[in-house]
């Protein structure tokens, strides 16, 4: 980024071209000094009349307007001003030439006398007043002056020179903030004025009106560019709802002339600038280094959701914070909590789902049990009757009359076992063989219809028990600290100095679906045996009601986040999200700043491994993954 220095001086080489009602020629006094002395790029999306532009005459410009034919009048003053002045010398200050030349349409003439044509009515109508109506012609009445100065032919060409260095474009502000503001610009926005009277709305500058509402958007936006780094000054009329919706920034009040009232009583205004900082950056940066050995001991696992391929970009920030204690809140799979633990930190992982606690407590939770095979050989020989529960419940639904048998072998003699970590490894390898033993490993379906023939589906159940076994037991470390594992609701962890916690919860979508329960219920209860489930009978997959979770609905899941950063404000924060999902983006950001002084925001792109995140086959599940931080 260059930045530009800029030397606060009134001397104005260059002045605005047209007469301007809301120009802020008058108020260049109050508003340079409050320029920053140096910035990168000069944005103004609300041009207009340009006062500050031109006073300014920054070397590396963006001017905007959403006013066609205004943009067309300074794009041919900046590429072609002697054909624009040749043109304005031929007309002459008369009601006849003003009117006739008011019903042409500009959109017809040649671009440099369609710029002659604007700036000729703006010199000799009513006020210099720029005003459409709803179809967006100009509508201003003729403004019976004397001697107007219809061509400035000097004025004109240091005007050229001015705008030949700045990008000129037409289009809706929102779309060229989003696009072109970068950290360090300077974005002066001078939008159309809150009304303050009956009398000071002077109409259209496009067909398009700019209400209350479009204020409140404008607001959220500067919030935005605030947290993106940029210098921001803004001005308006003096309305309450100014004040409220810049509090928390300096807010100047200006003794104003209002040239366009027609009543007399209304001349004289406030105007208010308001100055708006960037927020302070320590810029998290994005640097994904390579994984501890250790990491790669982690069993692989088809997991909705599974963060193991972000795991770097995950460190990468979470390394930034000087932290000891991590909390995995909703940790799934499991993955980034082993993670953690590879990286040192004492480790906390949470989750509703049971099978998900199961994993932690055998892998993050357990520094050093674990569970010779020849013991685990014998979990699938029948000791005593099993209750036959998946034999009965499930038969011809999964796996063949032979495997449910044995499944309610193993879940008898584990739930006999007498250490915890023992039991948590077998039941552990128990639903990893389950799942690899399904086509997908999900149990949305029964049968076999996805049978793709690959090798895990030709193996043994018992086979892939023992291999999943051993599997976890070469995943067993100690990193010497003290690691837990939780299983219950996010809203109900009591935990104590946390440093820092890593939230990646179910992502709502209306394009997706956030169902685990429905996709794991088989799995699931096999880590509860199914206690304190109601399975469902009707259903052909015999599922059993998903656990209520406030993340189902949009309204629910911006309450939960709520909820959750409130819980934990005095934890460094860090959220995993999809570029897919609800609340938006902006809307997290403001959740998270309610409770956070810095809320940064790192885009990652990504493919999830199953479509989980995919509405159709056309945009199959390439999306954004944002990393929020909040500190």
Same mark, same amino acid.
């Given at each position: ?30 508003? *340079? ?75 017809? #003439? ?45 004025? *004109? ?25 970068? =950290? ?12 303050? $009277? ?26 935005? *560019? ?7 000054? /803004? ?5 309450? #709802? ?6 928390? %920034?300096? !807010? ?17 205004? &406030? ?11 320590? #810029? ?25 391929? /972000? ?21 799934? $799979? ?21 099978? $998900? ?49 044995? !499944? ?21 390898? /128990? ?28 193996? $043994? ?8 076994? &051993? ?7 100690? @990193? ?15 935990? &104590?100095?946390?440093? *820092?916690?890593?939230?990646? =919860? ?7 679906? @956030? ?35 406030? %993340? ?8 939960? %986040? ?5 819980? %934990?404000? @005095?934890?460094? #924060? ?52 944002? /990393?929020?931080?909040?500190?």
């Amino acid at each position: 980024m260059v930045e530009q220095t800029v030397e606060k001086t009134n001397t104005v080489q260059a002045k605005p071209i047209l007469k301007w009602a809301g120009g802020k020629t008058q108020m260049l006094n109050d508003l *340079l000094p409050k320029v920053p002395s140096s910035y990168g790029r000069y944005i103004e999306p609300f041009f207009g009349g340009g006062a500050m532009f031109f006073a300014l005459q920054p070397e590396n410009a963006i001017i905007a307007d959403s006013n066609p034919e205004l943009i067309n009048m300074y794009r041919q003053v900046a590429a072609n001003v002697d054909e624009v002045i040749q043109y304005l010398k031929k007309y002459e200050n008369t009601s006849e030439m003003f009117y006739t030349v008011r019903e042409q349409e500009w959109t017809q #003439l040649p671009k440099a006398e369609a710029a002659a044509r604007t700036i000729f009515l703006n010199r000799t109508c009513f006020n210099g007043l720029y005003r459409v109506n709803k179809q967006g012609k100009f509508n201003v009445p003729y403004g019976k002056y004397a001697n107007p100065k219809i061509c400035d032919e000097d004025g *004109l060409k240091a005007a050229s020179e001015a705008l030949k260095k700045a990008e000129i474009l037409c289009g809706d502000y929102l779309l060229v903030l989003d696009h072109y503001a970068q =950290p360090g610009d300077f974005v002066f926005l001078d939008p159309p004025y809150l009304p303050i $009277s009956e009398y000071a709305d002077f109409k259209r500058y496009t067909k398009e009106q700019f209400y209350e509402e479009d204020h409140i958007e404008l607001a959220k936006i500067i919030m935005r *560019l605030q947290e993106r780094g940029c210098h921001i000054i /803004l001005t308006n009329s003096n309305h309450p #709802l100014v004040h409220e919706l810049y509090a928390p %920034f300096t !807010i100047d009040v200006i003794q104003t002339k209002r040239h366009i009232s027609c009543n007399g009583s209304t001349r004289k205004g &406030e105007d208010v600038i308001v100055t708006i900082p960037p927020k302070q950056q320590t #810029l998290v940066k994005l640097d994904p280094q390579p994984m501890p050995q250790q990491v790669s001991a982690y069993p692989p696992t088809r997991f909705m959701g599974s963060k193991s391929k /972000l795991l770097s970009e995950i460190w990468s920030v979470v390394s930034q914070f000087n932290v000891n204690t991590v909390v995995d809140l909703f940790s799934g $799979s499991g993955v980034v909590g082993y993670m953690l633990k590879a990286q040192g930190k004492a480790v906390i992982s949470n989750d509703y789902m049971a099978m $998900s606690a199961t994993f932690t407590k055998a892998m993050v939770e357990n520094n050093s049990v674990t569970l010779p095979l020849d013991e685990a050989k014998t979990l699938l020989i029948a000791h005593k009757e099993s209750d036959h529960f998946v034999a009965d419940t499930f038969k011809g639904l999964y796996y063949s009359d032979e495997e449910n048998d044995l !499944i309610d072998t193993l879940r008898t003699n584990i739930a006999a076992m007498k250490d915890q970590y023992k039991q948590a490894i077998a039941m552990t390898a /128990l639903i990893r063989a389950c799942t690899k033993k399904r086509p997908r490993g999900i149990f949305t379906y029964t049968g076999h219809r996805y049978d793709d023939g690959r090798q895990d589906l030709k193996k $043994s159940l018992s086979q892939q028990f023992l291999e999943a076994v &051993e599997a976890v037991n070469k995943a067993v470390f100690d @990193n010497g600290k003290i690691n837990l594992s939780k299983h219950g609701d996010a809203m109900d962890l009591k935990v &104590e100095n946390a440093d *820092l916690v890593y939230i990646d =919860p179910p992502y709502y979508s209306p394009l997706s679906d @956030n169902e685990y329960v429905r996709r794991y219920h088989f799995v699931e209860g096999l880590a509860r045996d199914w206690k304190g489930v109601e399975i469902q009978e009707h259903t052909q997959t015999k599922k059993f009601k998903s656990y209520p979770t406030p %993340f189902s609905t949009r309204k629910g899941a911006a309450d939960a %986040f709520d909820k959750l950063f409130k819980k %934990f404000a @005095n934890s460094i #924060l860090v959220v995993s999200y999809s570029s897919n999902s609800q609340p938006t983006q902006d809307e997290m950001v403001a959740i998270m700043a309610k409770y956070k002084e810095h809320v940064e925001v790192i885009p990652i792109d990504y493919k999830y491994s199953f479509g989980n995140q995919s509405e159709a086959k056309t945009h199959r599940n390439s999306v954004q993954e944002y /990393l929020f931080v909040g500190y």
